[in-house]
């Protein structure tokens, strides 16, 4: 997400970081549906001047099977791509797993960690949580 210089900086010379607007779609949309979605709002986000010039931060998390399909919809635009969850390693025997080496290679530049879903129905706990930001930040993520 980008800000120019002018719009980071408040009338007392502090910075003062964008909104910052998220989306989790969870597994409510299948890739197609994810798809038209996804197009709309990448023009929305080219026809909206807060977005474009980066005082308002846009990211999405589509489902996993529609990673790669989000990266391609929003290429040029200023809306940021990510995943709903990692593991706290890179590599090994983690079935059905995802590390954030991978996320990031495939285009993610956020990540969610933490969320309330993750901790009642699989029961991650802060341990968990920490490792997972961990692994966001060394992969160049954002958790």
Same mark, same amino acid.
């Given at each position: 997400?980008?800000?120019?210089?002018?719009?980071?900086?408040?009338?007392?010379?502090?910075?003062?970081?964008?909104?910052?607007?998220?989306?989790?779609?969870?597994?409510?949309?299948?890739?197609? *549906?994810?798809? *038209?979605?996804? /197009?709309?709002?990448?023009?929305?986000?080219?026809?909206?001047?807060?977005?474009?010039?980066?005082?308002? $931060? &846009?990211?999405?998390?589509?489902? !996993?099977? =529609?990673?790669? @399909?989000?990266? +391609?919809? !929003?290429?040029?635009?200023?809306?940021?791509?990510?995943?709903?969850?990692?593991?706290?390693? +890179?590599?090994?025997?983690?079935? $059905?797993?995802? =590390?954030?080496?991978? &996320?990031?290679?495939?285009?993610?530049?956020?990540?969610? @960690?933490?969320?309330? *879903?993750?901790?009642?129905?699989? $029961? *991650?706990?802060?341990? #968990?949580?920490? /490792?997972?930001?961990?692994?966001?930040?060394?992969?160049?993520? #954002?958790?």
């Amino acid at each position: 997400m980008t800000t120019s210089s002018q719009d980071a900086v408040t009338d007392d010379g502090l910075f003062a970081p964008p909104v910052l607007l998220g989306v989790n779609l969870k597994l409510y949309m299948d890739t197609a *549906e994810s798809r *038209e979605w996804l /197009r709309a709002v990448a023009q929305i986000s080219r026809d909206t001047p807060a977005l474009r010039s980066g005082r308002v $931060g &846009l990211f999405v998390l589509p489902s !996993l099977p =529609s990673l790669a @399909v989000a990266v +391609d919809a !929003l290429s040029g635009t200023a809306v940021e791509v990510g995943a709903q969850d990692l593991h706290w390693t +890179d590599h090994g025997a983690v079935t $059905g797993g995802v =590390s954030g080496a991978d &996320l990031a290679d495939a285009g993610c530049r956020v990540v969610a @960690v933490g969320h309330a *879903e993750r901790t009642s129905v699989f $029961g *991650e706990d802060d341990t #968990i949580a920490a /490792r997972k930001v961990s692994a966001a930040v060394r992969n160049h993520l #954002i958790p």
